[in-house]
């Protein structure tokens, strides 16, 4: 039973784990939108929800965005949304 209770404590604390929005995420989504090889992307720090991403001739600023947890937690499901029409260099 201990473990049991164990395991059920384990697999609860994970389900609240803030799931931030990765790089590897923001470097797909700025590939697609600026048409450009992930390879090719620098990543900018901006602030701490905002990345700023340049890569062949062109930069494009992204917005971190999470959904509610269903706990209350703020950080579930984050994705980064581009939050500019992109500009050239």
Same mark, same amino acid.
């Given at each position: 039973m201990k473990w049991f209770m164990l395991a059920f404590f384990?697999?609860?604390?994970?389900? /609240? &784990?803030?799931?931030?929005?990765?790089?590897?995420?923001?470097?797909?989504?700025?590939?697609?939108?600026?048409? /450009?090889? #992930?390879?090719?992307? #620098?990543?900018? #720090?901006?602030?701490?929800? &905002?990345r700023g991403v340049k890569g062949c001739d062109q930069r494009a600023t992204y917005v971190e965005t999470c959904k509610p947890c269903a706990n209350g937690y703020v950080g579930c499901e984050c994705t980064w949304l581009l939050n500019t029409d992109g500009r050239s260099n």
């Amino acid at each position: 039973m201990k473990w049991f209770m164990l395991a059920f404590f384990v697999s609860a604390s994970l389900a /609240c &784990t803030p799931q931030l929005a990765s790089k590897d995420k923001l470097l797909k989504r700025a590939s697609f939108d600026m048409d /450009c090889p #992930e390879s090719s992307l #620098e990543i900018v #720090e901006i602030d701490d929800r &905002t990345r700023g991403v340049k890569g062949c001739d062109q930069r494009a600023t992204y917005v971190e965005t999470c959904k509610p947890c269903a706990n209350g937690y703020v950080g579930c499901e984050c994705t980064w949304l581009l939050n500019t029409d992109g500009r050239s260099n």
